[in-house]
Each structure stands twice: as C-alpha cells, then as structure tokens.
C-alpha cells in the first residue's frame, strides 16, 4: 500500500502504511516545525519531501523512516512523478552570508546537486508548481505579480528549459 503522511503536530510527522489503520513517528524534532508543504511519490519509491516553514527541506527515500536535510533555502519543492530522485525547487543556495540570490532549480540525485533553470516570470512571485501527471517534461508553474495581484499561469513542454504564457488567470 502507499503510505500516507498527516501532519502529527509541530513536533512529529506520523506515518501509516496501512490506509491510516495505525500510525507511527516517522520524524521528530526537537525544534518546532511548521509543516509547509509534503509531497510524496506517488509511483511507490519510498521518495517523499517535507518543507517546513522556515525553508528546511527535509527528503526521504525509504517512505518517511528516516529524513535528511537538503541543503539550501527552500520556498517551493516538488518531486517529478516520471523520475526517481529528480527535485524541483525554487531555492537559495549557501549560507545567509555567501547565498546566491533565490532560483528555480531541478535536482536529479534527490538533493545532492542542483542545475539552475531559468524562471519563466522572474520578476514576480512563483505560488505553485506542478508536473503534469501523466506527461513527462510538462510543468505549470503559477505566478501572481506583486504590483498588481493578477495571476498568470506559465507552461514547459521540456523540463523546465523553457517556458511560454500559457494564459492571465482572474
């Protein structure tokens, strides 16, 4: 069965691998966490990601057992549903110090290294992600501009090389 995932509080995530019969600690810290966002591969690898929000990635690659920290700053993560390991992040990389400056990445070792990628709205705030589920390579990401709230929705057809306006959302 796939696992699930609910939050279990600010301290711990529990995990189930029964369909939420019985659950377990899959993650404790000693340190507060807000849960941000969780995603989880849907194809049975045992992948998952959890951001909190302070912008810590935590991964997991044997189905919430165990969890590292990815390095980086993170705003937005997703794992791509077609290839195992792969991570897309919009991020900054280093220390507060010596950080370069927040950038959409994609990652083909779970966190390990990371490829910039060009930003199809670089200027505005990036709100969503999502690869398509049942097309390889195809992203939307959904951009809301800080001048003026309005909402536009971009489109990669090749994994994030390049992008087109797909359409201005309400």
């Given at each position: 069965?796939?696992?699930?995932?609910?939050?279990?509080?600010?301290?711990?995530?529990?995990?189930?691998?029964?369909?939420?019969?019985?659950?377990?600690?899959?993650?404790?810290?000693?340190?507060?966490?807000?849960?941000?966002?969780?995603?989880?591969?849907?194809?049975?690898?045992?992948?998952?990601?959890?951001?909190?929000?302070?912008?810590?990635?935590?991964?997991?690659?044997?189905?919430?057992?165990?969890?590292?920290?990815?390095?980086?700053?993170?705003?937005?993560?997703?794992?791509?549903?077609?290839?195992?390991?792969?991570?897309?992040?919009?991020?900054?990389?280093?220390?507060?110090?010596?950080?370069?400056?927040?950038?959409?990445?994609?990652?083909?070792?779970?966190?390990?290294?990371?490829?910039?990628?060009?930003?199809?709205?670089?200027?505005?705030?990036?709100?969503?992600?999502?690869?398509?589920?049942?097309?390889?390579?195809?992203?939307?990401?959904?951009?809301?501009?800080?001048?003026?709230?309005?909402?536009?929705?971009?489109?990669?057809n090749d994994g994030a090389a390049s992008w087109s306006l797909s359409s201005q959302l309400p």
């Open positions: 069965p796939t696992p699930s995932f609910p939050s279990g509080g600010v301290y711990t995530l529990l995990t189930s691998d029964d369909g939420g019969e019985t659950w377990k600690p899959g993650f404790s810290s000693e340190t507060p966490l807000t849960l941000s966002s969780l995603a989880v591969d849907p194809h049975g690898s045992g992948e998952a990601l959890l951001l909190t929000g302070n912008g810590v990635l935590l991964g997991s690659r044997d189905e919430g057992k165990t969890w590292v920290a990815l390095q980086g700053t993170f705003n937005l993560a997703v794992l791509d549903p077609f290839h195992p390991g792969w991570i897309y992040a919009v991020m900054q990389l280093g220390t507060a110090v010596g950080a370069r400056p927040i950038q959409f990445a994609v990652s083909a070792d779970f966190g390990a290294t990371w490829t910039p990628k060009a930003l199809p709205a670089p200027n505005e705030v990036l709100e969503s992600l999502l690869i398509d589920p049942e097309q390889p390579n195809q992203i939307y990401a959904i951009y809301v501009a800080a001048s003026t709230g309005s909402t536009a929705l971009y489109t990669s």
